[in-house]
């Protein structure tokens, strides 16, 4: 009995520490700060702020005073110095007042949680071009990143940004890094050997913390997928919390096949269940309270902002979205460059349909051969020079992709097919094959995306695709042609899909061909048929240049100005929220 008001007073006392002590320590300074500040401004010599535990609130001032919060990184070690110039302005002082919500000079702080912030790809490039876009929202906001790369100095982490992504114009004045020197390694899969993603979960939070520890902002922006952090950042300091997902962390289909696997309870209730049912229900319920878990977390995120089509429909499914509260999922493509309409209608292209793809076995080579080869089976009388000849052109990276290519030749040869293999070449090499070929292929099934898809429709290669997931629900969807809705030709492309894809229901005839009418996707074989030996008119220049025009205008969707535009409204919207989180709070912090 007496145990268990132990138990309500600890946990009492506990839950009072973390909902106002936490945030008090993150957000609010001692009492007589400004004159520690104005002791260490008028001292003759610079010295540190002794801050102890504060650092934080101490930080938060400066950065949001500062002309230059920059300055303000803890690259060099975790202690706080007051920049030279900020010293010498007269209005510092005056900058550091308290900042009601309702003060027109009030800055936020947009804290970019990214530990691999200084990698190089695909998920830094959306980290920084929102950066840019942040930044340009408003002369108000300052960006915080949260990176566990310690040994990058800030001034090279930029410069490889605007190397590598061409992002130019980036204020760095206005961007403050801070490192996590302790955490980092939790958040690591190799550190976790067995329960990794609960394993990464603590790891989130913990690394969370030690964000909060060094510099709290006013708005929490999950660029690289650590769910676990909302949880503390919602719990301590009750911002609004903003998630790009690229892919979802976890989705029922992962352990799919253990719930859906007849697990029966009737083996508990014979006198000794094996070894294996105890260990499969063990795994079901790990499974199971971390996706839970999930969408609990799910559930603090104010704005989800997810990749794509795919992505977005596992998104809503599981972080059920809550309209009345005005959460929402959305889509926002990856910025993928610029795309200016270039293509050249005039000049004559080979006839050759290019597949740029890695060589590996779910890009499906084999079934392109396969298909292709049937379709010269049974076309013999077509002159030759109307058939689109194959080029193969990708990059071996594992040993396992050169297996995969020496398997893909010998096939070739076996079928006494005419292939052209273009492997691991320059990326000049494939611009101009882009823009010299008739067509682009694509075979694979349920390909999230499909960046090879857009330079196909960006350089003019009239894409030829498989109709499923990104290619079909992203990239080439048509140009405003309601008739040609959902159909196997589009007014940009067209599609096939195939007897072997895992997820067809449909018939097939005796000889192994889909049974397509035109409401329905034929198969590779069916689709050169169609264009080449039926309906010619369908692969006729005219025709072809017509799709290619087409094509050049949904290309906006994915270019960084589109990408910069979107992010750009929804910091507005962040910004709303966040005086709403603010006008809210009855305590001291919200002055802080
Ligand atoms: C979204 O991210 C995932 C994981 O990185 C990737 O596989 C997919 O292609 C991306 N989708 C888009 C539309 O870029
Ligand atoms: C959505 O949020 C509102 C307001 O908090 C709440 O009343 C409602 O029950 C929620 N609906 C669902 C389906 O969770
Ligand atoms: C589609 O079907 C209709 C009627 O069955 C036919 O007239 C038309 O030619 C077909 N179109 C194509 C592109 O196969
Ligand atoms: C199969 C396919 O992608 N069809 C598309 C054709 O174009 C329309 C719009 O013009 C799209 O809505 C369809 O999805």
Redesign the pocket.
Known sequence: MYFLVYIGILLYVGLKFITSALPRLFLVPPHDWRDKIKKVIEHPKPIYLKVGSKRSAYRRRLVLASDAPAYYTNFVNNKLKISPDDAKSSDFEHLMKNRDVDDPHRRLVYGFFHPYANNGG??ERVLWLAVQATLMASDRNVVAIYTTNIDAQPKDILNKVQQKFQIEHLDGSRIVFIYLKKYGKFIDADYWKHFTILGQFFGSVVLALEAMYELSPDVWVDTIGLPASYFPVNFILKIPIMSYV??PVLQPEMFGKLKFKDFSFNSFKTIKPSLQDVKELGKLMYWSVLYYLYVYLGSLVDVTLT??T??NNHMQSIWSVNKSMGKKVDIL??PCGEFIETVDLVTKRENKMLYIAQFRPEKRHVLILEKYSQFLQQNKKVSPKLIPSLVFLGSCRTAEDTATLVEVKSLASELDLDVEFVVDCSYEEVLSWLSRVKYGLNAMWNE????GVVEYLSKGAVPLVHASA?PLL?IVTGWEDEQNKGKWHNNTGFFFKDSTDPDYKGEVSKEGFLIFDNESFPDFTQLLEEIIVKHPELSSDENLNKLRANGQKLLQKFSNSEFVEQWVAHVGELQYLERSYRDKRTDIVRVY
Do not use: A, K
């Open positions: 695909g998920g690229h892919y990749n794509g795919w992505t493509y990856p999230h995306f499909g960046i990104g992203d």
